[in-house]
């Protein structure tokens, strides 16, 4: 089992930067890797950005260029850089971890962009 708590989400305006934290406990062994998705009002969850164990990352393109994810292993941790907020940024966090043939996910934290 893995649990995974995010952080950092809050109220911030356009043109803003935010920054998310994913702290893992449990089965830290078995993530292959950490990412975000987000999920907006009457939309489906969509993919945010992935760091492997090796440090190889993944963007969406609706973030990429805007957005860095980065590892601390010593402190099992997972951050989401964000600048250049826009409204449309606006949706839950989920924290997420790939331990192979099982997914885990966060409780979400939201991030509301608005002037």
């Known amino acids: 089992q893995v649990q995974l708590v995010e952080s950092g989400g809050g109220l911030v305006q356009p043109g803003g930067s935010l920054r998310l934290s994913c702290a893992a406990s449990?089965?830290?062994?078995?993530?292959?890797?950490l990412g975000w998705y987000r999920q907006a009002p009457g939309k489906e969850r969509e993919l945010v950005a992935l760091i492997s164990t090796r440090g190889s990352t993944n963007y969406a393109n609706s973030l990429k260029g805007r957005a860095t994810i980065s590892r601390d292993n010593a402190k099992n941790t997972v951050y989401l850089q964000m600048n250049s907020l826009k409204p449309e940024d606006t949706a839950r966090y989920y924290c997420?971890?790939?331990?192979?043939?099982?997914?885990?996910w966060g409780n979400g934290t939201l991030v509301t962009v608005s002037s």
């Open positions: 449990g089965s830290i062994g078995s993530i292959a890797a």
């Open positions: 997420y971890a790939d331990a192979f043939t099982v997914d885990y």
